[in-house]
């Protein structure tokens, strides 16, 4: 079985789609896959389909709802395949659901272990294999996620999570990309990432870093009054003191914002 939720929903079964069409049955599918091998339970599934306003009939109905994707794993071959029962899949525990985790694979589970080995390979000084397994990470993002699924307060808080990781998996592959050299290659990149996200202090960062290294001081230092303005106009605040190091450290023409000489060494060799 074959999920997806770094994008739309995806959910395959021996190449059959057993994506619900209606919302609601979504939500429900979509909290299981995310939370697979783990219990579910009624109350946190009823409060991602409804938040506060629970109605009377909401035990019967959310029955009702994983009826159908019982049904589809069914439609899809779960009995005829390998013998197992579809309770086996989708199984009625104490008190919630639980997707068996079984011949499963989740592309977030997969995300946060590239993200993983990632960070420690980064860690370990190995920029170029880092900058590989997170620029891998990054694409498997489809989209949004779970960009087609109505969201209730407890997927929105997984998807929160989930964008989160993706917004730090892609700040450690730009500092990678920045000690390996390629300050020139990101630069556009940071500059819509920048003017996505205006008071990200971390993107001004690396972008004003990789405008210095490209022969640009002027225009990193544009980048840093950009992001002044933004700050206090939005938030009434100054740069932070990392910030504003680095501005000083541009005005200073600081040799030490230099990429590391020995990794241009490898590069050009």
Not at 241 to 269: C, E, F, K, V, Y
């Amino acid at each position: 079985m074959e999920f997806g939720v770094l994008g739309p929903l995806e959910a395959r079964m021996y190449d059959m789609s057993i994506v619900p069409t209606a919302g609601k049955p979504r939500q429900i599918l979509a909290l299981l896959a995310i939370r697979a091998g783990r219990v579910v339970q009624v109350e946190t599934l009823m409060a991602e389909l409804w938040g506060n306003e629970i109605p009377r009939s909401a035990a019967t109905t959310l029955q009702t709802y994983i009826l159908q994707l019982r049904r589809k794993l069914t439609q899809a071959g779960v009995q005829q395949q390998n013998g197992r029962n579809v309770k086996d899949v989708l199984a009625t525990c104490y008190g919630g659901y639980r997707l068996a985790p079984e011949d499963f694979s989740l592309d977030l589970v997969r995300f946060q272990q590239l993200v993983r080995q990632g960070g420690r390979t980064l860690a370990e000084n190995d920029p170029r294999a880092a900058s590989e397994q997170l620029g891998r990470a990054l694409a498997l993002w489809r989209g949004p996620a779970l960009t087609d699924v109505p969201v209730g307060e407890v997927l929105a808080t997984e998807v929160i999570g989930m964008e989160e990781e993706r917004e730090w998996a892609l700040e450690m592959r730009l500092d990678a990309d920045l000690t390996l050299g390629r300050h020139a290659e990101i630069i556009g990149e940071l500059r819509m990432l920048v003017s996505r996200q205006p008071l990200h202090e971390t993107l001004s960062a690396q972008l004003m870093t990789a405008l210095y290294r490209a022969g640009h001081p002027w225009r990193a230092l544009e980048a840093f009054q950009s992001l002044r303005h933004a700050l206090i106009k939005e938030l009434g605040v100054e740069p932070s003191p990392r910030l504003q190091r680095l501005h000083q450290a541009i005005l200073a023409n600081d040799t030490g914002l230099q990429a590391p000489s020995s990794m241009l060494h490898a590069l050009s060799a």
